[in-house]
């Protein structure tokens, strides 16, 4: 038993892959039990997108990103379950682009997500589905990582990632912000255009399955959403028909769809100004992307604000200061210093917006 507790510390706090996909994991367990009104699930236009303490300021709702990027649908059905094992969120967004591609072979995919949540049953059946030969290390990632045992460097570097993010609750509440641009002009136009390019019969499983993990557990508060993309290239707009098959799917179950792409006019998204790359928004898409969400969301469901402690509201109101000076930091580097024109979650970033916090007294 000691050695097992030893080796289970050093996993835990050493031999481990520290990034910002991890940090939104692990801290979603740092949020108080049950004081989350609305959580967000998906792929990383989730954390580009929408930006939770904005939403808190505005509309007074407090929210979680639950997200990573190239997020597989295969993931979808076990990551619910750790939403629902700690939070009873009045509203459940799936951002749905894990469903279009069948990217759950990728092994890093299902190492950022179970290399990130405490041991349990859900997590064993995330790892058993696929048909890896490592599994083990899977399980145990002491098994992959312990030969780093001799770069003191990175040791460190890891635990101190881990005491300094890992184990305290989230600033940016899995936000990534970012001020770059990119203008390249879209080449289709989409608003009237419903073509439909069906999704391959794996990912098709998964989002089957999804629904019905759904279904079965009388979950009636679950919003199924596609974010705007800039399509300007074929692939895309593959994309896009893929999008409109995974709506089918979930029509035929009683789910609401919200194609945000065929919303973009009237959310005023600007495709020149609004976008970093073809898949994810920049500063400006976020902020208008999160004013028309957090309407939708107030306008549509009957969302009563949970009562926080009076600890939780006062990180909810750090929360709100931090994500305005990550606002205003990027805004100060971008364009000129392509460097510091994104911000994420980390140590560096975190010493930057604590000095700026500190230059405001």
């Not at 312990?146 to 990632?161: S, T, V, Y």
């Not at 001020?179 to 002009?185: E, L, S």
């Not at 100004?273 to 939708?296: A, R, S």
């Amino acid at each position: 038993m000691p050695i097992a507790l030893i080796l289970l510390f050093a996993q835990t706090y050493y031999f481990h892959h520290f990034d910002q996909n991890a940090y939104r994991f692990q801290q979603f367990y740092n949020e108080e039990e049950d004081s989350l009104d609305v959580v967000l699930m998906g792929a990383s236009q989730v954390y580009t997108g929408f930006s939770p303490a904005y939403a808190y300021e505005k509309y007074g709702f407090t929210s979680y990103l639950y997200a990573s990027a190239a997020n597989p649908g295969s993931l979808y059905k076990y990551q619910l379950k750790e939403i629902l094992k700690t939070q009873n969120p009045q509203l459940i967004i799936v951002e749905t682009n894990g469903f279009y591609e069948a990217n759950d072979t990728f092994e890093a995919r299902l190492r950022t997500f179970t290399e990130n949540i405490p041991p349990s049953l859900n997590k064993l059946d995330a790892i058993l589905q696929y048909e890896y030969e490592d599994k083990l290390s899977c399980v145990l990632p002491f098994i992959k990582y312990h030969g780093e045992w001799q770069n003191f460097e990175d040791l460190h570097f890891n635990f101190l990632h881990k005491i300094n993010i890992g184990d305290k609750p989230s600033r940016l509440k899995g936000l990534l912000v970012c001020a770059a641009t990119n203008d390249d002009v879209p080449i289709y136009d989409i608003q009237n255009d419903n073509s439909v390019k069906e999704i391959g019969e794996t990912s098709k499983a998964y989002l089957i399955d999804f629904l019905e993990y759904c279904k079965s557990e009388q979950l009636d508060n679950i919003v199924f959403v596609r974010f705007p993309h800039k399509i300007a290239d074929e692939y895309s707009y593959d994309l896009f028909c893929y999008a409109n098959n995974v709506a089918e799917i979930i029509n035929q179950y009683g789910y609401t769809y919200l194609n945000l792409e065929k919303k973009a006019p009237e959310i005023g998204i600007d495709y020149m100004n609004d976008f970093f790359d073809y898949f994810h928004m920049n500063i400006d898409g976020q902020v208008k992307m999160t004013e028309y969400l957090g309407e939708f969301i107030i306008d549509n469901y009957q969302i009563t604000p949970v009562e926080q402690t009076a600890e939780n509201k006062a990180q909810w109101e750090e929360s709100v200061l931090y994500t305005k000076l990550a606002y205003e930091f990027v805004q100060q580097h971008a364009p000129k210093d392509e460097e510091f024109s994104l911000v994420e979650n980390s140590i560096y970033v975190m010493d930057i917006l604590e000095e700026m916090k500190n230059s405001l007294n």
